[in-house]
């Protein structure tokens, strides 16, 4: 079993800045990629960032050059570090994991930009 707790979400102004954490207990040695998912209200879970375990990474397109993924395998954590947050950027974000066949979540941490 692996566990996910994400922390940092809060309010910021747009523009602003938030740095996500995810820290993973447990069954740590079977990931294979860790991926950051938001949801906004209305809308459908849509994956944000991924990181893998040799450290290739890849972006939604709407998170290009704003958003950095990275991971301290010595804390067993993943961070997304959020610039030049937009209004759109409001949602719920979820850490998740893959290891096998299977998918771990988080509980998720809220991020709401204001304009």
């Known amino acids: 079993q692996l566990q996910l707790v994400e922390s940092g979400g809060g309010l910021v102004q747009a523009g602003g800045s938030l740095r996500l954490s995810c820290a993973a207990s447990?069954?740590?040695?079977?990931?294979?990629?860790m991926d950051w998912y938001r949801q906004a209200p209305g809308k459908q879970r849509e994956l944000v960032a991924a990181?893998?375990?040799?450290?290739?990474?890849a972006y939604a397109d709407s998170v290009k050059g704003r958003f950095t993924i990275s991971r301290d395998n010595a804390k067993n954590t993943v961070y997304l570090q959020m610039n030049s947050l937009k209004p759109e950027d409001t949602a719920v974000y979820y850490c998740n994991a893959l290891g096998g066949a299977n998918s771990y979540w988080g509980q998720g941490t809220q991020v709401t930009v204001s304009s």
């Open positions: 990181i893998t375990a040799t450290d290739s990474t």
């Open positions: 447990g069954s740590i040695f079977s990931i294979n990629v």
